[in-house]
């Protein structure tokens, strides 16, 4: 799969988070076939995982480095919460899943893979997780019409945060760094994810 991606992965964190982490152990048993494809499949609760080349590119553009503190909105099935761990550290990583049932499945398939220091909780992404800010980034895996501003706040300055934006067809895959001085905002491509719930 990874090899399938040559020329769209930049950091060679990324590489290597992007092959430790089995893909297929997060996909639904009747989908496995297919758990190496470069496409988004669905999951438990009418979600999806997202396409490897879209965890790929979001954990190359958040720039994260062993030890940055990542705020995840949309846990899912937990497959990009593991690759994120495996580039700044499994204790560093707190994911926010809006469905319970989906909260509990990826806490434990998270723990049976070594990931267990990932922190999950069942809440409502827009509100973020304060207890553990500031933090070094945070994203999406979910449609906003906005950035919740409550992630803007709980990133430090220099933080980063990749977001997909916009409703039905209609998304970008956003990235916003905070500065002394206000968010510095940029629009890269075209995207579709779920949209976010809450």
């Not at 076939?33 to 490897?52: F, H, N, V, W």
């Not at 893979?113 to 979910?142: E, F, I, K, N, Q």
């Not at 220099?158 to 002394?180: M, N, S, Y």
């Not at 206000?182 to 809450?198: D, I, K, N, S, Y």
Request: glycine share 12%; net charge neutral; with cysteine.
């Amino acid at each position: 799969m990874v090899d399938g991606l040559a020329g769209r992965i930049e950091r060679p964190s990324t590489e290597r988070a992007m092959r430790a982490v089995p893909r297929h152990v997060f996909v639904p048993e009747g989908r496995r076939d297919a758990a190496y494809a470069d496409r988004p499949l669905p999951i438990e609760g009418g979600q999806t995982i997202s396409a490897p080349h879209m965890v790929a590119e979001m954990t190359d553009r958040l720039a994260l480095a062993p030890g940055d503190r990542v705020l995840e909105v949309g846990t899912g099935c937990g497959y990009h919460a593991a690759v994120t761990a495996e580039v700044a550290g499994a204790e560093n990583v707190y994911s926010v899943e809006y469905d319970g049932a989906l909260a509990d499945a990826a806490r434990g398939r998270l723990s049976d893979l070594g990931y267990g220091a990932v922190s999950v909780r069942r809440g409502d992404g827009r509100d973020g997780w304060a207890a553990h800010a500031p933090y070094d980034a945070a994203y999406l895996t979910c449609a906003a019409a906005r950035v919740p501003p409550a992630l803007i706040e709980q990133v430090e300055v220099g933080g980063r945060i990749l977001a997909p934006v916009g409703t039905g067809g209609t998304q970008r895959l956003v990235r916003l760094e905070k500065r002394p001085d206000g968010v510095e905002r940029e629009a890269l491509t075209r995207v579709r994810f779920v949209r976010m719930r809450g």
